[in-house]
């Protein structure tokens, strides 16, 4: 059975990392943009990697450009910004696709244990994916679903 520990990702500087690094520890994982209406979530996904990072909780962010261009075009900018106004030290990683014949093999991966309302797609930036220390897709939250609303869910994996 693939899990998401599998999966390869690109580092904001061009190097390739495997997620075997987060293995045994719950992820939060997010498909990203900085110039959206939904860019303050950056801000709870900080509050949630923080008050349980203790406990191994990790947020991989994923900037990506799909949705109406919400991402500057420089990488370093994007990082910028997110530690600048929100305070993120969560992980972000280098821009990727979520959907199409581009589309970043571990969002395949994701959309395709959970799928969303009427599609597996992504519609939107901030579609969040909880997975478990196994690496198992547990839960997909739809992009206006708050970072504090995955708390509880948070909560019953890590028990």
Request: aromatic content about 12%; overall charge negative.
């Amino acid at each position: 059975m693939v899990s998401v520990y599998d999966f390869e990702v690109k580092k904001t500087n061009g190097e390739i990392t495997s997620l075997k690094e987060y293995e045994g520890k719950p992820l939060i994982i997010v498909n990203t943009a900085s110039k959206c209406g939904l860019t303050p979530q950056y801000g709870g996904l900080q509050s949630l990697y923080e008050k349980y990072k203790d406990e191994g909780l990790t947020v991989l962010g994923f900037p990506c450009d799909q949705f109406n261009n919400q991402e500057f075009d420089d990488i370093n900018e994007t990082t910028e910004f997110c530690q600048v106004n929100y305070g993120v030290t969560f992980h972000i990683f280098a821009k990727i696709d979520v959907n199409g014949d581009d589309a970043d093999p571990l969002f395949t991966h994701l959309t395709t244990e959970k799928k969303g309302l009427f599609s597996k797609k992504i519609k939107w930036n901030f579609t969040k994916f909880l997975v478990n220390q196994q690496g198992e897709v547990v839960k997909r939250y739809s992009p206006q679903t708050e970072p504090g609303k995955i708390e509880e869910d948070l909560n019953k994996i890590l028990s």
